[in-house]
């Protein structure tokens, strides 16, 4: 049994986060979170193998919640692994000057004949310098994702794929975003820039999964956003993107890296629905056509307007 505290976890600012892997031998362990800073929003954790153990390591998390994630004090996950390994454990303030010091526990689960047949039975993956290999598209794994959006008016709103967050049912001024794994795929990660309402109009850094881009609660709406698959699995997948604007304009676009943006750049986005699919399984009416763009009437209070220009 090991805990965790030792290894680094300690206060930091909104936007960064601490991150340290820990070594773990062959076995079944149960990874609990036991306790943070009694004061403030605990931190979210998140778990994921560490580089070179992707196919060593399976996380198992309780039904109905994220694969890789543990939010809250109390709840836990079972770490299955094959051979020896190194897990990615990252600690990440929810509030800003919040505190990332978090307690974790990693506490094997025994050993016996029946453990040595579920760690034996590990599936099957070949693997060569580009990553895992996959014989076809039917077998290529799915990425599922969910995407955080902070909404003018509304907060954190949280969706699956290809769900619109506003959209033309009912459009609302997008101010950030943060693109999440629920059921990551082994050499692929996506990552994304935003062009927030702001002098000079400057896209951000490039942000990878799991961090947020953009600005909460300062009316300062999107104007565009870009996405792109990284690392070794990318060209196997896609992005698929639909954005509606508060000009009425909506663009559709899929790719390994897509851009989203009114054509004066300078409207803001006011809809938007995402997925990461293989590339063998776009639909015919994404395929061929990686941009296309409409119009549609949207329907816009004084604030809004206000707000989106």
């Known amino acids: 049994m090991r805990r965790l505290t030792e290894q680094g976890m300690g206060y930091m600012e909104i936007g960064e986060e601490q991150t340290t892997d820990v070594s773990v031998e062959r076995g079944l362990y149960v990874l609990r ?4 800073k009694l004061t403030g929003d605990p931190p979210s954790i998140f778990i994921r193998p560490a580089a070179g153990s992707e196919h060593a390591v399976r996380l198992i998390a309780v039904p109905g ?3 890789n994630r543990l939010s809250i004090p109390g709840s836990n996950m079972v770490v299955l692994v094959y051979q020896e390994a190194s897990l990615r454990i990252t600690s990440r303030a929810r509030s800003r000057n919040g505190s990332v010091q978090a307690s974790l526990r990693l506490e094997p689960l025994g050993k016996g004949p029946g453990l040595e047949d579920v760690l034996n039975k590990r599936p099957a993956i070949s693997t060569s310098a580009d990553g895992p290999a996959y014989s076809s598209a039917a077998s290529l ?12 008016r509304r907060g ?10 506003g959209g033309p049912e009912a459009p609302a001024q997008i101010e950030g975003i943060e693109v999440r794994w629920t059921s990551p795929t082994p050499n692929l990660d996506i990552e994304c820039q935003a062009l927030g309402h702001n002098p000079g109009g400057q896209w951000s850094e490039w942000t990878p999964s799991g961090r947020f881009a953009g600005s909460r609660g300062q009316a300062r709406g999107l104007m565009g956003l870009r996405f792109r698959l990284t690392q070794a699995r990318s060209s196997d997948f ?26 004066s750049g300078m409207v803001a986005l006011v809809g938007l629905r995402l997925s990461v699919i293989a590339d063998q399984q ?9 941009e296309q763009h409409r119009r549609v009437r949207v329907f816009r209070s004084a604030q809004l307007q206000r707000e989106g220009r």
């Not at 979170?33 to 943070?36: D, R, T």
């Not at 896609?238 to 054509?263: C, M, W, Y």
């Not at 776009?282 to 990686?290: N, P």
Request: no cysteine; aromatic share 8%.
């Open 33 to 36: 979170y036991e306790s943070a």
């Open 65 to 67: 919640t994220d694969d």
């Open 141 to 152: 794994p799915k990425p599922d994702i969910t995407v955080l959006m902070h909404v003018s």
């Open 156 to 165: 954190d709103v949280v969706v699956g794929p290809d769900t619109w967050i």
């Open 238 to 263: 896609q992005v698929q993107a639909e954005a509606l604007f508060n000009d009425g304009t909506t663009f559709r676009k899929s790719g390994q890296q897509i851009e989203l943006i009114s054509p």
């Open 282 to 290: 776009a639909s015919s009416q994404w395929r061929g056509a990686t």
